[in-house]
């Protein structure tokens, strides 16, 4: 962990018919006599055989009807007993005790804004302008594959939290470790970045809702899609800012086709999108899919957005795919900034971002998209498939399960852990992330934060 110091087919051939040569009638035997007692006895070896034979099969059609009954049976008590050994965890939340930064070379500094961002190289160009943007503190975290001479070994480990023993040695996820020590350490407001995006302009308080209250909040209304038809429950912005054939990673693959202009919006008056996802010019956040299907293998994506266009909210019942490397979350949601561990790296951010989305709705707490905030360079790297087979077998279905997912819990933080659990039994993700839920949720009230 870093923190900065500041054809056509063929007609087939015509067929060749051979004429057939002529059978002499005295060429024919005499016909046998087919009276029935004679031909029982002729025939009593055949009669056995098939006797025997039609016995053999409806035995082993009998054996494995009931042993395949009884694999399916095995199976459904397998499953089941999984589902039914998924446990609840119990936390007192009382008890937990504080987490004081006493060992990090940074142990005593604070800042309000900061932006994460998970390094795997050594710092970009996009990452080296990142450290210039006024006001903010960039904290970068290392992985795996992070250089060894940065001298970092065992930093995140010593810090203290629980989520490092549920977190891959390899993976961007780590930034959950980052999130921590940037509340630890007084973070009101995170900017959830990509070390390859460079914020257009510079300026990340040009784009984005940075104060929602206080003499710097922007007393304005906001457009807010209508919820008229109460079926449509995800929505692609790109749509929005003028990019009608480009869909974003996360957004079911069903829905890829809806791309009508809104015939009208509603309005909400703004101070309450925690949640505000940017739109990325060059290469946006897109799944393979479109990445694959839309160019050729060696051309670069430079996709333009409509920068003019208005920022758009979300009602509650309508949801939106949201990112890790283009998104600013306010204190309210800090809880959402959860990256899930058991599914593919591809698919953690986005289902965050849904799960994050339905429990925003129960503190009263809406997402809102904005117009281009950063700048990210296509690569031309391997879009891997496999890593979004979360996102394309499950996404639609978790999509219909959170809308009409209700809890009777009355604290957010009990709640979280209930859809946490909910979303284990239903397949969306492991155990391991209702553990790593609960883990989550004790580390933010170590170091400090207090729950909407």
């Given amino acids: 962990m870093l923190v900065q110091d500041r054809a056509v087919p063929k007609s087939p051939k015509p067929s060749q018919i051979r004429k057939l040569p002529t059978v002499q009638p005295n060429r024919l035997s005499e016909p046998k006599n087919l009276d029935f007692n004679a031909w029982v006895p002729d025939n009593c070896y055949r009669i056995v055989t098939i006797l025997v034979l039609i016995l053999t099969i409806a035995a082993v059609f009998f054996i494995y009807s009931s042993t395949n009954t009884a694999f399916l049976l095995c199976l459904q008590s397998e499953t089941q007993s999984a589902v039914d050994s998924i446990s609840l965890p119990q936390i007192n939340w009382n008890s937990i005790k504080p987490i004081p930064d006493r060992t990090s070379p940074y142990a005593n500094f604070r800042s309000e804004q900061w932006v994460v961002v998970s390094v795997s190289n050594y710092p970009s160009d996009a990452l080296k302008k990142m450290v210039k943007i006024k006001g903010w503190q960039v904290l970068a975290i290392g992985n795996s594959r992070t250089p060894s001479d940065w001298s970092l070994k065992d930093m995140q480990a010593n810090l203290g939290f629980r989520v490092v023993d549920h977190l891959p040695y390899d993976s961007y996820v780590r930034k959950s470790v980052g999130y921590l020590f940037a509340i630890q350490h007084g973070a009101k407001k995170i900017f959830d970045a990509d070390d390859r995006g460079e914020v ?56 890829v086709g809806d791309f009508g202009h809104e015939e009208f919006y509603t309005e909400v008056f703004g101070g309450k999108q925690f949640i505000q996802q940017g739109i990325s010019n060059g290469l946006p956040d897109v799944d393979s899919v479109f990445y694959f299907t839309r160019k050729s293998g060696f051309e670069a994506f430079d996709i333009r957005f409509d920068e003019h266009a208005p920022k758009v909210a979300f009602p509650q019942g309508m949801m939106v795919p949201l990112n890790s490397f283009n998104t600013l979350y306010h204190s309210s949601a800090f809880w959402a900034l959860m990256l899930p561990v058991s599914v593919s790296t591809m698919a953690s951010d986005v289902l965050r971002g849904y799960w994050g989305q339905r429990l925003l709705w129960e503190i009263g707490g809406n997402v809102a998209v904005y117009p281009p905030t950063v700048h990210r360079y296509d690569r031309i790297e391997a879009y891997p498939f496999s890593e979004e087979k979360d996102l394309h077998v499950n996404v639609g279905r978790l999509i219909k399960f959170l809308v009409s997912w209700r809890s009777n819990k009355h604290r957010l933080f009990e709640k979280i852990l209930e859809l946490s659990y909910a979303m284990a039994e239903e397949g969306f993700w492991t155990e391991q992330d209702l553990k790593f839920t609960a883990a989550w949720l004790q580390d933010l009230v170590a170091v400090g934060y207090q729950q909407p």
């Fill in 200 to 255: 257009i302009d510079n300026d990340l308080g040009k784009h984005f809702d940075v104060e929602l209250v206080g003499e710097g909040a922007r007393q304005e209304v906001i457009l807010q899609y209508s919820h008229d038809n109460p079926n449509r429950t995800v929505v692609n912005p790109y749509i929005h800012f003028g990019q009608r054939s480009v869909w974003p990673r996360g957004l079911p693959l069903e829905n």
